[in-house]
């Protein structure tokens, strides 16, 4: 049982470039959700979805963009990354909103 | 806007201490309130889930309670082990979005 996956796990990205961060989840939930960890700063909602088809923007979405084509997949798109992205990302996700959160072991994403 | 605080920061103590980690949240419609553990480096891991309607639940050593009208969860550690050594992480669903909010964390060091 897998659970939740993220790809990369890490990456150097220059400033400028597109990055999209990956997670796959096999579990058949319906919600997912992106956070960014920075120290001092504890983890923020970049993006959610409650369900496939559907996305909202959470604390910090500026910069980001995801779709929700399938239940399973919930990427992340930096389109032109700065050095301020520079962070820890996680992608967590669960049935619904009255179950269990899981999350994966996170994408450590650096901007030069 | 859903404002979910952690107090303290950090906490150290000796092996052997029953000791509580404190959450508080601003906004009481939500769903439900979760605890999770972080060690250094890796992902979150899921300890408690208590609903709205819940007033505690338990899990071992771990015992977390919820007074939702006044935005106060506790969790409670008996008998800390040096394995406890961890960030542990406090975050509330909101009622009207499905959003799950996180506080900045406690880092907790237990000595032996």
């Known amino acids: 049982i897998a659970g939740i996956t993220q790809a990369p796990t890490s990456q150097i990205l220059a400033a400028g470039r597109r990055m999209t961060l990956r997670c796959t989840q096999d579990m058949r939930h319906n919600a997912m959700y992106w956070y960014r960890q920075d120290l001092g700063l504890g983890l923020r909602l970049i993006h959610y979805?409650?369900?496939?088809?559907?996305?909202g923007k959470g604390e910090v979405p500026d910069g980001y963009s995801v779709s929700r084509a399938n239940t399973d997949d919930f990427p992340l798109t930096l389109a032109s990354a700065v050095p301020s992205q520079t962070s820890v990302y996680f992608c967590?996700?669960?049935?619904?909103?009255?179950?269990?959160?899981?999350f994966g072991q996170g994408t450590r994403l650096t901007v030069v | 806007k859903q404002e979910v605080t952690q107090i303290p920061a950090a906490l150290s103590v000796p092996e052997g201490e029953n000791l509580v980690l404190n959450c508080s949240f601003t906004?009481?419609?939500?769903?439900?309130l979760q605890w999770f553990r972080q060690d250094p480096g890796k992902g979150l891991t899921s300890l408690l889930l208590i609903q709205s309607s819940q007033r505690e639940q338990t899990s071992g050593r771990l015992n977390a309670s919820l007074d939702k009208s006044s935005g106060r969860s506790t969790l409670y550690i008996a008998a800390s082990q040096p394995g406890d050594s961890a960030t542990y992480l406090c975050a509330v669903t909101l009622s009207n979005t499905g959003k799950l909010i996180f506080g900045q964390g406690t880092t907790l060091q237990v000595k032996p």
């Open positions: 906004d009481s419609a939500i769903y439900n």
């Open positions: 979805s409650n369900t496939a088809g559907t996305t």
């Open positions: 967590a996700s669960r049935m619904g909103p009255n179950t269990e959160a899981f």
